[in-house]
């Protein structure tokens, strides 16, 4: 567990189920290989969710559904790691993600880095469910790592993961927002650090917000904690400049915010940086 931070077990426990809603989101979205992911807990979650809390986020005008929420999140993603062309992706806190599976497929060197019962309970859904062929295809490509990512060793670790590699790619995906604002901006500066001038990083960042936003945000809050049962909305960031100078401050340049669809008023961003000198 990490030391100097306000990280601890219950943690765990409280980000973990969200992770099972997103994968099941995923498939009802009909991505490629969601439905390895899917679980008795995700799915229990999606539709509990669906009958008790997402219709009516979705009736007020301004809110966004958490479907639609998290599927700008994911694409956005996506579309960062298509610009960036990594040659290697190591995935941060990648819970039960259908990326890493796909992106190895294609052929990409891909890490995936969780806690130890995430990373067990994932490696098992994949021996027991993918095809002969798409093991065939991830082999020597997909590796999955368990490892705290708030530990004090966690910097040396990634600089080694990425060494000889040309244009890595560092992502963390529905994980900052669960940090403290401070371990959350220690983390971003041993990513900064270890990606050493070259490669990107890429994660999202809520905000507090004003107007249609600021009700779109409360919906999001409120949604969150009706799927991780109370516990899983984390400290907003104060804006998005913040959010940007969050990222310019760890040392990553030409930072920009992959931009929801217009209409859309989504009071986060995935934002993406290069590694600086
Ligand atoms: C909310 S889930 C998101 C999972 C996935 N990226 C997604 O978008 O659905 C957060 C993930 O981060 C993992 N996690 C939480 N704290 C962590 C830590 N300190 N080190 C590594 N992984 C962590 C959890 O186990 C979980 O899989």
Known sequence: MARGSEHDATD???????????AYVW?????????LFVTPLGRALFWGFR????????????????????????????????????????ELGAGLSRRGVTWASRGTRYVEVDLAPM?????RLIDARSSAALRAAIRGRLEHVARDVLSEDFGDWLAEALRGAR???????????YFTPADRRR?????????????????ELRVRGSGASAGALGALR???????????AGEEEP??????????????VDVRAVEPPPGAPLPARVWVGRGGA
Do not use: C
């Open 12 to 22: 765990d426990e409280r980000i973990a189920p969200t992770g099972h809603y997103t």
């Open 27 to 35: 498939h009802h979205l009909g991505m490629p290989n969601a439905e």
């Open 51 to 90: 009958v008790s809390g997402e219709g009516l986020l979705t009736w007020a005008p301004f809110a966004p559904s958490m479907t639609q929420y998290l599927d700008y999140r994911h694409r956005a993603f996506e579309r960062a790691l298509e610009q960036s062309e990594p040659d290697l992706v190591v």
């Open 119 to 123: 990373v067990r309970a994932k490696q």
């Open 167 to 177: 244009r890595p790619a560092v992502i963390a995906e529905g994980v900052l927002t």
């Open 187 to 203: 983390l971003v500066g041993t990513i900064a650090r270890a990606l050493a001038g070259r490669g990107v990083f890429a994660a």
């Open 222 to 232: 409120g949604a969150i904690r009706l799927v991780t049962r109370g516990r899983g």
């Open 239 to 252: 804006s998005h400049e913040a959010s940007r100078a969050l990222f310019e401050g760890a040392g990553l």
